[in-house]
């Protein structure tokens, strides 16, 4: 199992350049989530997925569009980056509500993609 | 939504102390109470949780204790070592998704 994973690792963007992130998970899981990483932040919740097909804003979705085509596969997407953008990106999974696991509550993170945008 | 919020912001403590992390929630349909641990260019690691029918729990040297009627949770570490330095996140959940507190940085000094 790899459990999550994040592609890329590292990117450098321009000012109005447009960029995805992929992340994708091998463990079945329901739920999808990005998150951002500030210093002084925290963890901020961008968009997440409760399922294939469907989406739903976080607390800071303004700049990003998400896909959740297949299952194991949550998309990130930022049409026109901006330096306000500029961040460490986290992918996260979670069996979801209808999970028998006892760890069904638990989120499992990726490894996370630093973004800077010049 | 779900507000989470967390103290202190640093914390120094001698090897060999406890330390004390406390957060509190506004939301009271949150259910469950994770604490993530996270390591310099590292991911967060869950390093213990709880969930909302439970006053307290332990696991080795750290344990986290639920206050519902207060809204509040802490995370308690005892006998710390130096591979316990890291920010330490608290977390809410409510229907779907966690909100994060804004993390603790605790250095532990030899």
């Known amino acids: 199992n790899a459990g999550v994973t994040q592609t890329p690792k590292f990117r450098v963007l321009k000012t109005g350049q447009s960029m995805t992130l992929l992340c994708a998970q091998d463990?079945?899981?329901?739920?999808m989530y990005w998150y951002r990483q500030d210093p002084g932040m925290g963890l901020r919740l961008i968009h997440y997925s409760v399922g294939e097909g469907t989406t739903a804003k976080g607390e800071v979705p303004d700049g990003y569009n998400v896909s959740r085509l297949k299952k194991q596969n949550f998309l990130l997407g930022l049409e026109s980056a901006a330096p306000s953008q500029t961040s460490v990106y986290f992918c996260?999974?979670?069996?979801?509500?209808?999970?028998?696991?006892?760890?069904?509550?638990?989120?499992?993170f990726g490894p996370g993609t630093r973004l800077t945008v010049l | 939504g779900e507000n989470v919020e967390q103290h202190p912001s640093t914390l120094s403590v001698q090897e060999g102390d406890s330390a004390v992390i406390k957060c509190t929630y506004s939301d009271s349909a949150s259910n469950y109470f994770p604490w993530y641990k996270q390591e310099l260019g590292k991911r967060p690691q869950l390093i213990i949780d709880i969930r909302s029918n439970v006053g307290e729990k332990k696991d080795q040297r750290i344990a986290v204790t639920l206050n519902k009627t207060a809204k509040h949770f802490s995370l308690h570490i005892t006998e710390t070592q130096p591979e316990d330095s890291a920010v330490y996140f608290c977390?809410?959940?409510?229907?779907?998704?966690?909100?994060f507190g804004a993390g603790t940085t605790v250095t532990v000094r030899a």
């Open positions: 996260a999974s979670n069996p979801g509500a209808g999970a028998i696991s006892s760890s069904y509550n638990e989120q499992f």
């Open positions: 463990m079945n899981h329901e739920y």
């Open positions: 977390a809410a959940k409510d229907d779907y998704k966690l909100s």
